[in-house]
């Protein structure tokens, strides 16, 4: 049974710091590529970044960039999410997914904030930051 356990999420102030991590089982996790997107009450899901486990290449959206960083454990399959410098638009809820990749594919910078190239998702971790 695939399973993505999303977790981290909290409430924090302004400024501040969080991690989120992605536990994923029941796949091959060196052939997914794996996104976090988020949530707005009345707003559309929104990509944040992914990252291509196997090439190891990462993509951010401009909102997050240079604040956000992507990793993995492979070891542990586990993605993380460190999220700096805070910003209450940053609040939402968070969802972690996996898209599977064909052999020496890769998500595109398009197809890494698109939600329908990703055939697994976690629950949420809610994430709310005050100003």
């Known amino acids: 049974e695939v399973q993505l356990q999303a977790s981290g999420g909290g409430l924090v102030q302004a400024g501040g710091s969080l991690r989120l991590s992605c536990a994923a089982s029941?796949?091959?996790?060196?052939?997914?590529?794996i996104g976090w997107f988020r949530q707005a009450p009345g707003k559309e899901r929104e990509g944040v970044s992914c990252i291509n486990i196997s090439h190891g290449s990462t993509i951010y959206a401009d909102s997050v960039k240079g604040r956000f960083t992507i990793s993995s454990d492979n070891a542990k399959n586990t993605v993380y999410l460190q999220m700096n410098s805070l910003k209450p638009e940053d609040t939402a809820v968070y969802f972690c997914?996996?898209?599977?990749?064909?052999?020496?594919?890769?998500?595109?910078?398009?197809?890494?904030?698109?939600?329908?190239?990703?055939?697994?998702w976690g629950q949420g971790t809610q994430v709310t930051v005050s100003s």
């Open positions: 997914a996996a898209a599977a990749l064909a052999p020496g594919q890769t998500l595109s910078v398009y197809g890494c904030h698109v939600p329908s190239e990703y055939d697994y």
């Open positions: 029941g796949f091959t996790f060196d052939d997914y590529a």
